[in-house]
């Protein structure tokens, strides 16, 4: 099976930009779990333009469902949060300074050493790791060397080019998570993934252990209300 992790990061988003406390974030994450999400993720960034340090305390604290907290380990407050917090997962992304959203995975053979460094940070914390990658068999490799438990397969160019080609798209992404399944590390998968694309995903990746799915879902609760998308976006990976 595979789950359903909700990123609340546009969540925040729309709260800051009024400076009070509508959209509850905290709400907003144990109604998600209430609809049927099976866990939330965060991605706190080092401007606090959408999620703040103090959101990650405050949703620990009550979320009952898996808490994956994605960010870049190279920032130390990022690491003190996760290590303060302990979520179920961490999943580290490799954000360059101001960007806009994450934009490429890591670089795993460049890396090896300090991730293997990070990765036994947060694992010797009892917390499971997964890297942020793209879809190369090199890098999922050179994932496997880091001791890294679960990759995350970032999904941009499959969104991008699903409606022109989708056999196309996926391709790179069921090589690499072929072999991935071959070393042993557990799979995840997630950006721009939607309500067009997520089935074809979810039915051509093996063992697709989850998906963290945020912009396009909370887009589509603006329509069709946040329970309902919830079990649309469940459907497609039932
Ligand atoms: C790692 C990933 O693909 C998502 O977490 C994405 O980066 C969301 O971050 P923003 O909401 O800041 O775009
Ligand atoms: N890890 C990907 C994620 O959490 C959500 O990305 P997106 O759906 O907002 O593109």
Not at 102 to 108: M, Y
Not at 125 to 149: K, M, N, Q
Not at 150 to 174: C, D, G, K, M, W
Not at 190 to 203: C, E, I, P, S, V
Request: charged share 20%; proline share 3%.
């Amino acid at each position: 099976m595979t789950k359903l992790s909700v990123n609340i990061n546009k969540i925040a988003t729309l709260r800051n930009s009024r400076g009070g406390n509508n959209p509850d974030l905290v709400k907003v994450a144990l109604d998600c779990e209430r609809f049927g999400a099976q866990g939330i993720t965060v991605h706190p960034r080092p401007d606090e333009r959408h999620i703040r340090y103090q959101d990650v305390f405050d949703l620990k604290a009550v979320i009952a469902t898996e808490f994956n907290i994605e960010g870049n380990c190279r920032e130390q407050k990022f690491v003190d949060l996760v290590l303060a917090n302990k979520p179920a997962q961490v999943t580290l992304v490799p954000d360059a300074e101001g960007q806009l959203t994450s934009n490429h995975g890591w670089d795993t053979l460049k890396h090896a050493d300090y991730l293997k460094e990070m990765v036994a940070v947060f694992k010797n914390a009892g917390i499971r790791v997964s890297i942020f990658v793209d879809p190369v068999i090199e890098l999922v490799e050179g994932a496997l060397a880091t001791g890294t438990d679960r990759i995350e397969l970032y999904t941009e160019a499959y969104a991008s080019h699903f409606h022109q080609n989708q056999a196309q798209a996926i391709a790179p992404y069921v090589k690499a998570a072929q072999k991935a399944s071959e070393l042993g590390l557990g799979i995840n998968a997630g950006h721009d993934l939607d309500l067009h694309n997520l089935k074809y995903f979810a039915q051509n990746i093996p063992n697709l252990l989850e998906v963290s799915i945020g912009h396009a879902l909370i887009s589509d609760a603006l329509y069709y209300g946040l329970e309902n998308t919830i079990q649309l976006y469940l459907k497609q990976l039932s």
